[in-house]
């Protein structure tokens, strides 16, 4: 009975010494899903086999789980509403006068905004040509709606 005993204690010490570096690789990164599967199979490989996890703790684990896959879904979606958002905020502009501060320096130009470049990965409003970040814009008149004249 003493050997069985060394030998679970024994075992647990190696499990919990792993447990241990998981934990703390994982503290230094994100943890992802699998970090956090591999932590939860750890745990349970590892528990004391005189006095098991309960139903509730797994239940708790794996809502926790579960909030960090909906959390992780959540923030990519919004990232892309927010990079639709900022396209149809740079489209919306096509046609009218901006004032674009281009240095730090402070100077400027103005021009017509002609397009929407998209090539970084961000959209960009184009003025004479050249792309600038809707960070740059100073002011903007919006294009004339005169209606010509039917004399």
Do not use: K, R, W
């Not at 230094?28 to 996890?53: A, C, G, I, R």
């Amino acid at each position: 009975m003493s050997s069985t005993i060394s030998s679970i204690n024994s075992t647990a010490a190696a499990n919990s010494q792993s447990t241990a570096n998981a934990i703390t690789s994982a503290t230094s990164q994100t943890l992802s899903e699998q970090d956090f599967l591999n932590l939860l199979v750890t745990q349970m490989t590892s528990q004391d086999p005189l006095n098991p996890e309960t139903n509730q703790d797994l239940l708790s684990q794996m809502v926790g789980f579960s909030t960090l896959a909906s959390n992780t879904t959540t923030q990519t979606d919004l990232g892309q509403m927010a990079g639709g958002q900022t396209f149809s905020e740079a489209n919306s502009l096509i046609g009218s006068q901006v004032n674009l501060q281009t240095d730090s320096n402070g100077d400027t130009t103005q021009g017509i905004v002609s397009g929407v470049n998209t090539s970084s990965g961000t959209a960009q409003i184009v003025v004479n040509g050249q792309s600038y970040s809707l960070s740059q814009l100073l002011s903007v008149t919006p294009p004339s709606t005169s209606t010509p004249s039917t004399q």
